[in-house]
DNA sequence: CGACGGGACGC
DNA sequence: CGACGGGACGC
């Protein structure tokens, strides 16, 4: 939190790029038969990874492994991990480029340097990168038709055009944002000693794709099997921009229940998991999604460059095992792969060919860390219901993204039949958010308030409504940027209102708070609460009311007070948990926090106590879906919600909170599509949004929230390239 | 405008 | 409880 270095390059950044959007769904054909999305976006997302304002990092925290004959990149996960043992082949000092690789299979980052002048040295080149980051190694080539180092050599050729011939290098940075960092600063703007021209900086062949799998990735567990990329997506993108999906399938093309998730940063992801992993159930599932980073792919024999981040033939046991050794589990047949891959080998030893390495940052970068328009209402919701409610669920979830905001250019970069009545809000402008949020801010959160009012006098559970109302109307009176701010406000409050530990929500709301505002301009209460703690860390497993992270927006003492008792022991159980489980190479379990990046070998305490509540919050769920069949849910009549209110009481208290979210957040969906003008009966009218609305309105509003995230990243990009 | 060194798993 | 396709940064 103290030291960010970026010389504020950060919020600034006016890419004024267009924001070219994807509309991936207007491509004709099936989801189910598109393996692919269309759009990939290339440079679209991937050289955002993450934050900008990364703090540095003395050497002292590069991560073990890379050393003394290791293979194993010490991350090859993309986490780092606790120094777990003795640094060993005590190789990583001095001598620049030292390390000895396994780099290529990390999150390491590979900078190609042009215009390097063959004269060029590692004491000349490295100190120059060194001041924007950790620079792990600097590599010089050889001239490929010479083979000669290239240094003096004047190399003879018929006209001695200087002697300075263009020639290059590697950088490999620690780090993707350090390397954008560097590619941001250097690039075309520092000439080597002796060089006839600024050097040009950009990632190495193959890194962005590397990092991006690296970084970015997420392995889905426990998916239904029916389901297709669309659905999948639809989960996903509240936390971001969802660059590529992938089912596993058989020679059947049957789905495996697994598969990945691609995110365009590093933040999303984690803000995925953070959502999903353990608490949203799949329709038609009983068993939440498992979402952790994805094991870097199996490389292919061959792949080496730019290949996997970790594999090939690199993972044999070498390295001296991490302090906490455990005993070996008794593993005896490869762990997803080849042999090569995953044996332990060495019976009475862990394999030490991989460990967790030191966390490499404190603190992910707060600006970063907005991009979760639809915030984690979906999870939340979604671990809160049973599988028959939890498609109106997901769509409030994107819902909120056209009330947050007015995303500029949507209607002209998505298929018009898909933006009808959402279309109609928004601005046709390319105006940024700050600007068009305001046009559309005037008249939502005046809709949004209402469900959430009319839920509170029916519901007992909806203490808080006084707060709301006061607080819905201080936008009119502000400033445009503030009233977008008060916007996410209230969408923060109406999930508070709604929900137990919308905590989570709420932060992202915050933070995506933080990220409109102009820096200059944050005066408000939510920015510095946002400072003073990561963003992240504020979604970590805790207890609601007391949070200070929450309290801007959080319910006052006095609503609180006349919260029902049972909601009190609700609360108490946290929504997700910053820690998840993963498989090292080996194919042992360790740990890792996505919030703190830490990374453990023995099971978190509070990962342990989260699953057993998330457990017995499951066998809740179950026994409420006796009462509340899945499916076909949509096309069923209101009374189905009404016979589960007059049976609620009798219910766990689980039952009862999920009926009042969902009494509350229905008419959300509903509004967004355009709607909105009659919600005295809220069954009545979820009955007709779910009868009316399906898919395509889903998509629609999803596909709004895309369009805007797009616009975010174009103008928050660290512009590298 | 230049594109990959060094060392090297182990059935 | 399931672990990796397809195409290819941007100067």
């Known amino acids: 939190m103290e030291k960010y270095r970026g010389d504020r390059d950060g919020g600034g950044e006016v890419g004024g790029r267009h924001p070219r959007m994807a509309s991936r769904w207007s491509s004709a054909g099936p989801a189910e ?27 002292q925290d590069f991560p073990p492994g890379g050393r003394g004959g290791f293979r194993g990149g010490p991350d090859g996960f993309g986490h780092q991990m606790p ?69 003096f050599q004047r190399h003879s050729g018929s006209r001695c055009r200087t002697l300075t ?44 794709e590397r990092l991006g799998a690296v970084e970015h990735k997420l392995f889905v567990g426990s998916l239904n099997k029916q389901a297709t990329e669309m659905e999948i997506e639809e989960i996903f993108s509240p936390y971001g ?92 047949e490869p762990i997803g792969g080849p042999p090569k ?36 209402l979906a999870a939340k919701l979604g671990d809160l219901t049973t599988s028959s409610v939890s498609m109106p669920i997901q769509q409030l979830g994107k819902a909120q993204i056209p009330q947050t905001m007015g995303f500029p250019s949507i209607s002209q970069d998505l298929p018009s039949q898909q933006l009808l009545n959402l279309g109609a809000q928004l601005p046709a402008s390319q105006a940024l958010f700050p600007q068009t949020a305001t046009a559309n801010g005037l008249q939502i959160p005046l809709n949004l308030q209402q469900p959430g009012m009319a839920a509170a006098s029916s519901q007992q559970q909806m203490p808080a409504s006084t707060i709301s ?47 409109i505002q102009p820096s200059g301009a944050s005066q408000q209460q939510n920015s510095q609460t946002t400072k003073q703690q990561s963003p992240w860390s ?8 007391s949070n200070p992270v929450s309290t801007p927006t959080a319910v006052t003492s006095s609503n609180v007070s006349t919260t ?104 959300l969906p509903y509004q967004a599509s355009g709607l909105a003008s009659q919600q005295n009966n809220q069954d009545f009218n979820y009955a007709q949004f779910q009868a009316a609305n399906s898919i395509n309105d889903s998509a629609r509003v999803h596909q709004a929230m895309q369009a805007g995230q797009e616009v975010m990243w174009k103008n928050m990009g660290p512009g590298n390239q």
């Open 241 to 332: 921009h969802v660059e590529d999906i992938y089912i596993m399938r058989d020679d059947r093309k049957q789905s495996r229940g697994c598969g990945f998730v691609k995110f365009s940063n590093r933040e999303m992801a984690a803000a995925a998991i953070n959502g999903l992993n353990g608490t949203f159930v799949m329709r038609g599932c009983n068993q939440p999604l498992i979402v952790r980073f994805a094991d870097p792919k199996r490389p292919r024999p061959g792949e080496s460059r730019g290949g996997p981040a970790f594999g090939g033939p690199g993972f044999g046991p070498q390295l001296q095992a991490p302090i906490g050794v455990r005993p070996v589990p008794t593993i005896s």
């Open 83 to 151: 120094m777990a043992g003795p640094r060993r082949g005590g190789g990583f000092s001095g001598r620049g480029g030292g390390s000895p690789d396994n780099a290529d299979r990390s999150k390491f980052a590979k900078l190609f340097i042009g215009s390097v002048p063959r004269t060029a040295t590692e004491e000349e080149i490295r100190p120059v990168f060194e001041e924007h980051g950790d620079v792990i190694e600097v590599a010089l080539i050889k001239d490929k038709r010479t083979g000669q180092q290239q240094d």
């Open 33 to 59: 038969q598109r393996h692919r999305y269309p759009d990939h976006s290339r440079g679209g997302g991937e050289g955002f990874a993450g934050g900008r304002h990364h703090p540095y990092r003395g050497s």
């Open 341 to 376: 891959f995953a044996e332990p080998m060495s019976g009475g030893v862990r394999p030490n060919t991989w460990h967790p390495a030191s966390r490499e940052s404190m603190e992910p970068s707060p600006q970063a860390s907005g991009q979760g328009f639809g915030s984690n």
């Open 538 to 545: 504020a979604a970590v497993s805790q207890s609601a009311p």
């Open 469 to 515: 109302q006061q607080q819905l109307q201080q936008p009119v009176q502000q400033l445009p940027s503030q009233l977008t701010q008060a916007l996410l406000q209230q969408q923060a409050q109406a999930l508070q209102l709604s929900f137990q530990s919308s905590q989570q929500a709420i932060s992202q709301l915050q933070q995506q708070l933080q990220m």
């Open 165 to 208: 011939y263009a020639g290059c290098c590697f950088v490999k940075y620690a780090t993707s944002e350090e390397a954008d960092r560097a590619i941001k600063a250097l690039h075309n703007q520092y000439t080597l000693p002796g060089g006839s021209g600024p050097i040009q900086v950009r990632y190495a062949d193959g890194e962005r």
């Open 564 to 667: 029902p008792p049972p909601v009190a022991t609700q609360s108490a159980v946290p929504m997700s948990c910053d820690w998840s489980e993963h498989t090292s190479p080996d194919g042992y379990k360790y740990y890792y926090n996505c919030v703190t990046r830490e990374s453990r070998w023995e099971k978190p305490e509070e990962l342990t106590r989260f699953e057993e509540q998330k457990k017995s919050q499951q066998q809740m769920k179950l026994a409420a879906q006796h009462l509340q069949p899945p499916s076909q849910a949509q096309s069923q009549s209101p009374i189905q919600s009404t016979q589960v209110s007059q049976t609620q009481q009798t219910q766990s208290q689980v039952q009862l909170r999920q009926q009042a979210s969902v009494q509350v957040l229905q008419p």
